[in-house]
């Protein structure tokens, strides 16, 4: 504890700057004492015991839509840099979308579902894998890595990409997805919402998804080392939460014009084509997460269990 203490004091200016810069006037965080010391710090220093020089350390950071995946891993990736003295480089699974114009062609040929965007087979599985396969060479060369604007629906131009120039000891990938797996034939016939009943009728769209996890993704996912993994209390939680970031994302926002932003019912449509998957993973993910961070209805951390010690 004198340890986690000490971690604390030396973390929680850089902590706190960055939480308040995620804040918006109605929306505070609450209890972010208790969440970096008795949460956060417990779980860094459980990743820098796994540390080995000789290659990264990949870790999966998932979670449903709105449980604070991207706060959750900059807040860990302040302590691990601060205080641990490591090499960071943190990315979301959300920047290795498709393009509008890819997604655009494959809505034409495979589903017209898979315009939008987020469900396994909507991003680029390819530049994942040589990003993994790159990191963990001898002679490491600099890197540079999409970045995805929501706010335009788009990826953004080359010039706005991830630079990465030296080989990270900890990479964090994040997404709502991280770690899924694929479901057997009998459980896809069966439609979940009424997007599934209504606008996929032969249910090709759930294969072709399922699909993609059985293939390319499982192929991504066995290149983690550990999953980390934010549990809510039920999908009705998750929509709730997204819908407040739409809100953050519009009222944060500089350049208002160009911006995407969903309303109450689109939230609702959106987030119909995650839950197949999102609600598998709360069946399966504890399973097979080495962290599990439980989450209560008030959008707190309420408790930690470490499968994997």
């Not at 902590?15 to 208790?34: A, V």
């Not at 459980?46 to 709105?66: E, S, T, V």
């Not at 694929?182 to 209504?198: A, D, F, G």
């Not at 987030?271 to 599990?292: A, E, G, L, N």
Request: aromatic share 12%; glycine share 4%.
């Amino acid at each position: 504890m004198q340890l986690f203490d000490e971690c604390f004091l030396k973390v929680k200016t850089d902590c706190f700057r960055f939480i308040s810069s995620q804040e918006t006037k109605n929306e505070k965080f609450k209890n972010k004492d208790r969440m970096i010391r008795s949460f956060l710090i417990p779980v860094c220093f459980w990743i820098a015991k796994k540390i080995n020089k000789k290659k990264p350390l990949i870790i999966g950071l998932a979670g449903g839509q709105g449980t604070g995946k991207t706060t959750i891993t900059s807040i860990i990736s302040i302590i691990l840099k601060k205080y641990f003295k490591l090499d960071i480089f943190k990315i979301s699974i959300d920047d290795f979308y498709k393009t509008r114009k890819q997604r655009t062609l494959l809505s034409k040929n495979k589903h017209p579902l898979l315009m939008t965007r987020g469900v396994p087979g909507t991003h680029d599985i390819d530049i994942m894998l040589n990003f993994f396969k790159k990191i963990k060479v001898k002679n490491f060369k600099i890197l540079k890595l999409p970045k995805f604007n929501k706010g335009v629906d788009d990826r953004c131009k080359q010039s706005l990409w991830y630079k990465i120039q030296s080989k990270p000891d900890v990479v964090i990938l994040e997404g709502w997805c991280v770690g899924a797996r694929s479901q057997n034939s009998k459980e896809l016939k069966k439609p979940v919402n009424s997007l599934e009943k209504i606008h996929d009728q032969n249910f090709k769209w759930r294969q072709y998804v399922n699909y993609q996890l059985k293939t390319k993704y499982k192929k991504l996912f066995n290149q983690l080392d550990y999953i980390l993994f934010l549990k809510a209390k039920n999908f009705s939680l998750l929509r709730r939460w997204r819908l407040k970031q739409e809100k953050k994302l519009w009222l944060k926002s500089k350049n208002k014009k160009n911006l995407k932003i969903m309303n109450k019912d689109q939230v609702k449509n959106f987030m119909d084509t995650y839950q197949r998957i999102t609600q598998q993973m709360f069946k399966d993910m504890p399973k097979y997460s080495s962290i599990i961070m439980n989450l209560n209805s008030s959008h707190q951390i309420k408790n930690i269990r470490y499968r994997y010690k």
